[in-house]
């Protein structure tokens, strides 16, 4: 009997600890999901709610590191424009190249508006979208597809993203699986987000889902249909012949083309106007610096959190209530029990903080070697193909943890601001040879510009194409990367 209470009592112990260390973990994996401006808001809740964990007097450094091609050293110390204009540029970069595409949040693309960007506390385009979650009607596991998708929207509010590879992200990296048809049913929701067009998933779905909120009316009747159905007519500003084939007098043509011009083909920017410029203000998480001899640097930013350590009076009554803890009362006991559980809090939470720093700091390293001529000289083209496979065995960290890290942080470059997911691209052929999609997408560009226009190329040509450079990819895949680029299919291509 007496052998049985003390396996019975082992068995609990075990079951306590194995609580406590899943509790940590939790905590862990948490706060370094966090971006920095976030960690601030959690560090200053926590020290409201424990009175153990105190500001060291000593203010620490921010961690520095330096990276070379060869080796890592670790030192001591470590607005908007206006929307006809907006319209017009967007129209014209049909059929071309996708230098307008965003490169990090809110931003644009060329690298005089990168420096625009403003580095401070605001609320940030996922959040206004994120807060617009809590008025749709979602189950569990649609949020969890609705906040990916979100994440996944670029700098113009639109899903430049297949579905199918939306489905297969979140069953690889999320362990969420769920077929292309609920994850459409939930862009649905999110197109009835504010503002109209947004999560559309081509200029021509953008426009369509403005026009839809109208009230109903002639004019928009004939809006919906130059959309639906002139579309290139009016892509290509054919004004006259948009005219003859709707048979509108000059006041009615000219009074449709005023109204389409109001259209916004950049939705994502208008949620930058809500905090006072179409810029996205964001906060680095990693300043990275290249030198002239190519030695690349990087600095975690630390924002305003400060040191943080376990309140010495604390400790100080922890230890004598232990020393004395024989002659007792039950209010001392009680006194005691609250000294440990705050003790215990703040300790778990200053480690917390210490693994989410080292996190950080062995990823970007990681990084910084695999993209390291990229961080050398900022061209595009020589970002290597990298997934979070490759960083996760290069760090020795979980799949799930460098997920975290990738999912929500910005690394600022002397090339421009980035989201770290910006540096994650990858594609692998039939054969296992792992290719660059950009690499991909600029050889695409390129057959597609040299192309008779007479007779344009459709897309198993484009294929057989790509496959005699190299790019061995299918047929399905050419088409959504043709699509990804604003490229039309090659009936509409023929002048």
Request: with cysteine; charged share 30%; glycine share 4%.
């Amino acid at each position: 009997m007496a052998q049985e209470q003390v396996q019975v009592q082992d068995l609990a112990q075990q079951q306590k600890l194995t609580q406590t260390i899943t509790k940590q973990q939790l905590l862990q994996a948490q706060l370094t999901e966090l971006p920095i401006t976030q960690l601030q808001e959690r560090v200053n809740a926590e020290m409201d709610d424990n009175p153990a964990l105190e500001i060291s007097t000593e203010p620490a450094d921010d961690a520095a590191y330096s990276e070379t091609p060869d080796t890592i050293e670790t030192p001591e110390t470590f607005e908007q424009e206006e929307r006809q204009s907006a319209l017009d540029a967007a129209l014209e970069s049909i059929g071309r190249d996708d230098e307008d595409l965003p490169v990090y949040h809110g931003g644009m693309s060329n690298q005089e508006e990168r420096e625009e960007v403003v580095y401070g506390q605001t609320e940030s385009f996922y959040d206004q979208l994120k807060n617009q979650m809590g008025m749709a009607e979602l189950t569990e596991q649609e949020e969890r597809v609705m906040e990916y998708l979100i994440g996944s929207l670029d700098d113009d509010g639109l899903l430049r993203k297949p579905l199918h590879s939306i489905a297969d992200e979140l069953a690889i990296y999320h362990n969420v699986d769920v077929p292309e048809q609920q994850i459409e049913r939930v862009l649905r929701k999110l197109q009835e987000f504010d503002p109209a067009g947004i999560g559309a998933r081509s200029l021509q779905e953008c426009l369509l889902l403005q026009i839809q909120r109208r009230k109903p009316s002639n004019l928009k009747a004939l809006m919906l249909q130059t959309i639906e159905d002139y579309f290139e007519l009016f892509t290509r500003k054919h004004w006259d012949k948009l005219q003859q084939q709707l048979r509108l007098t000059d006041l009615q043509a000219e009074v449709l083309i005023r109204e389409l011009r109001k259209l916004n083909p950049k939705p994502g920017t208008s949620l930058g106007e809500v905090v006072g410029r179409s810029v996205q203000q964001i906060t680095p998480d990693f300043i990275i610096d290249t030198q002239d001899d190519g030695t690349v640097t990087f600095t975690l930013n630390g924002g305003d959190i400060p040191e943080l350590h376990v309140s010495q009076s604390f400790t100080d009554t922890l230890k004598e209530y232990q020393t004395n803890k024989d002659n007792m009362s039950r209010q001392m006991k009680e006194a005691l029990l609250y000294t440990k559980k705050k003790v215990d809090a703040a300790q778990s939470f200053i480690e917390a903080i210490q693994v989410r720093r080292h996190t950080l700091i062995v990823t970007m390293q990681a990084i910084i070697q695999w993209q390291h001529r990229f961080f050398e000289e900022g061209d595009e083209a020589l970002l290597r193909p990298m997934i979070l496979k490759d960083i996760a065995e290069k760090t020795g960290l979980d799949l799930s943890t460098v997920s975290r890290v990738s999912n929500s942080k910005y690394a600022q470059t002397r090339w421009g601001t980035f989201p770290l997911r910006y540096f994650f691209s990858g594609y692998v052929s039939a054969e296992g040879e792992e290719l660059s999609t950009r690499e991909i997408k600029a050889a695409l560009r390129d057959l597609i510009a040299a192309e008779d226009k007479c007779s344009p190329m459709s897309d198993d040509m484009l294929t057989k194409e790509l496959a005699k450079k190299g790019y061995p990819i299918a047929r399905r895949t050419v088409g959504k990367y043709r699509e990804q680029l604003g490229i039309p299919v090659a009936r509409l291509r023929r002048s």
